[in-house]
């Protein structure tokens, strides 16, 4: 049997040990991998009666054709059957601001019905609907919270208060405390003085430039939407239909707010961006194609 070390020689060698621990060049974490821009993307789904025709994109499809596994969920009732459909996806958030489609009687068509669309933003109706949202996530935890559309529009025709407004975000968390609610804000309502009162009741800031001329000021949009929501995490919005042209949102800006988007993402500058919307990728292919494109390259 080999003769055992004596205490000298344990010491020696331990030292040995710890100054060439001391002489060899020190190890260096890894940077984190780069973020991949889909892993930071939304897409708005379903079907709404705002476009010229119906979309063969149904709720959940446009989000997987941009390869993404987010998914706004807009223009439906908020049921158990569409959480089901969409129970694959990584999250979901739902609209409690409703668009929604009625019928009406169409003049002229011997009582025919026509389809009529409209959005009914009461204080009433977001609380009923941010309460069903709360109790589907416990069923479908996927669903991790609730999107406020048009909201600085609604606090406005409804005379919303903040303390009203409170009662929104406490229907939502009702059932599940960890829901997050999202709210819309365009960025020609970035003025503090909208917001006051209203800035600690959501948890998530959706962006959104309605006039695509103005997306030359994307940066400059973001810094205000920080200021007045210090901590929120910003979620920039990318129309496929500039609504004020009638047409598809010309290329050159198209690609101006997506380089912004794919920077801003990489940089922690924005939480991530969403797409408005499935239902209008085959009445502006040009537009969409390119954003699945760059998406898939980035």
Not at 88 to 96: A, P, Q, R, S, T
Not at 208 to 219: P, R
Not at 248 to 267: C, N, S, T
Request: hydrophobic share 40%; glycine share 6%; charged share 25%.
């Amino acid at each position: 049997m080999a003769n055992p070390l004596s205490r000298r020689e344990v010491l020696h060698s331990a030292l040995s040990l710890s100054a060439a621990a001391a002489l060899a060049p020190a190890a260096v974490a890894s940077p984190p991998p780069p973020r991949k821009l889909a892993n930071a993307g939304w897409c708005w789904d379903g079907q709404s009666t705002y476009v010229p025709s119906l979309s063969i994109f149904g709720a959940g499809e446009g989000t997987k054709w941009f390869g993404l596994r987010r998914c706004s969920f807009m223009y439906h009732p908020n049921t158990a059957l569409a959480m089901d459909k969409l129970r694959d996806l990584e999250e979901v958030v739902c609209e409690i601001s409703k668009w929604e489609s009625v019928h009406v009687e169409a003049p002229g068509l011997k009582g025919a019905p026509a389809v009529q669309h409209r959005h009914d933003g009461r204080i009433e109706r977001k609380c009923r609907e941010a309460e069903t949202v709360g109790r589907l996530s416990l069923e479908y935890p996927n669903v991790t919270g609730a999107i406020d559309d048009d909201l600085y529009g609604k606090i406005k025709t409804e005379h919303i208060t903040p303390d009203q407004y409170s009662t929104v975000r406490r229907s939502l968390q009702l059932a599940n405390p960890k829901l997050k609610l999202w709210g819309v804000v365009y960025s020609h309502e970035l003025k503090q003085e909208h917001w006051a009162g209203f800035t600690e009741l959501l948890d998530v800031i959706t962006l959104w430039v309605w006039a695509s001329k103005d997306l030359v000021n994307l940066q400059q949009y973001v810094e205000q939407c920080r200021e007045i929501f210090p901590g929120k995490p910003i979620n920039v919005g990318c129309y496929l239909r500039d609504y004020t042209l009638r047409a598809g949102v010309p290329m050159d800006l198209l690609k101006l707010q997506w380089e912004f988007v794919r920077k801003a993402v990489a940089d922690g500058a924005i939480q991530g961006y969403s797409i408005l919307a499935g239902c209008l990728i085959e009445m502006h292919p040009e537009q969409a194609t390119w954003v699945r494109d760059f998406i898939r390259a980035n």
